[in-house]
């Protein structure tokens, strides 16, 4: 499994939106989070004197994810030594520059001290969670940062040696707020990020933002609104250079996710740490979800996984075809019933390229109903 995700819960505050597995500490336990994830790996046989550095059966390490949680948190000798464990057991040392080592940082966290530790450390690529430039927005988020950190952290990763950067922006937010979305895109391209990711504000259970709707004290963004700022984003982004390879994700120079393109094209990852996920192409696996559990478990030397699902042919077929829909790969033209295809086009939601169909904007908006088509049409990729 050339991927590897791994799950950093901690956080100082639980933002308005998130239902992620989390755990709020003032004190991060860097040293026994370290500990218990160099355990898992002993648990599952990864570090075993008998296997060579980099074995994936003939695969090695390409991508490195360390997500939250917000995994910045964690110090920078914590976080320097976990990297070196991890890559010394995942691939030959030599190869190390070729490993996508990305870490995500809330604008907070990032200083140039930290910055140049991170960097030394092998990180080489930063996911930024800005969110939004309107300090209003941020603090009705319950994000610790201001508007003008995203600006100060860009340009200290820059001045650490960071050139593949990506922004994180949520859009689709309640018309309450009278956030400016036009701005917010406008000063993200200003800081010339490699990457930006766009998400929908979307409601979950049991969040901050589920029970102010519930008590009528916020309302979710209309369908109409969320669409409006999502075509937006396409027209301000292209005019800046930036090119959808997915449908929440953009970049220029060439700067696409590696890590993410991996779970897009159905390829096989594994997880480490509470609440990560791994597959193997048929067996999807998660581990226990709160921090304490998991550690408990793997200390005492139990297996960290909480259940698995084996999917069936039909259902691997199913993720196949939403995934490659997903991206600007898109299907082959002969998975398209030809009366589909004609409607479709004719809408403006797909458009062939060679022998491929892929997604527009406004495909890419309706990509649940798309894909319902073409499974009740009995076909797959």
Known sequence: MPHLYLHIPFCRRRCSYCDFSI?????????????????????????????????????????????????????????????????DVFRATSSRNAVEVTLEANPEDVKP???????????????????????????WMHRSHDSTRIGDAVRALRAAGFDNISLDLIFALPAELRRDWARDLDLACSLLPAHLSLYGLTVEERTPLARWISRGAARPSEDDRYADEYLLAHVRL?????????????????HRSRHNSAYWSGRAYLG???????????????????????????????????????????????ERLYLALRTDTGVPRSVCPPDRLTA?????????????????????????????????AGRTV
Do not use: M
């Open 113 to 139: 001290e930290t910055a140049a530790a991170w960097r030394n450390a092998g990180v080489n690529r930063v996911s930024l969670g800005a969110q939004s430039f309107d300090d209003g927005v941020l603090k």
């Open 344 to 376: 479709w086009r004719g809408e403006g939601w797909v458009e062939l390229q060679g022998e491929r169909v892929v997604c527009r904007p406004e495909g890419w908006l309706r990509l649940d109903a798309l894909v319902r088509d073409l499974t009740s």
């Open 238 to 254: 292209a005019a800046c250079g930036y090119r959808f390879y997915e449908v929440s994700n953009a970049e220029r120079d060439g």
């Open 23 to 87: 755990a709020v500490r003032k004190r991060i336990p860097a040293r026994e989070y370290v500990d218990a994830v160099v355990r898992e790996l002993s648990l599952l046989g990864v570090t075993d004197p008998g296997r060579q550095p980099g074995d994936f059966g003939g695969e090695t390490l390409e991508t490195l994810y360390l997500g939250g949680g917000t995994p910045s948190l964690l110090p920078p000798d914590a976080l320097a030594t976990l990297l070196t464990s991890l890559l």
């Open 272 to 318: 480490l740490g509470p609440a990560a996920h791994s597959f193997d192409g048929r067996v999807r696996r998660w581990n226990v979800a709160a921090w304490e559990a998991y550690r408990r478990a793997v200390v005492a030397g139990l297996p960290a996984v909480e259940a698995e699902e084996v999917l069936t042919e039909e259902q691997r077929e199913l």
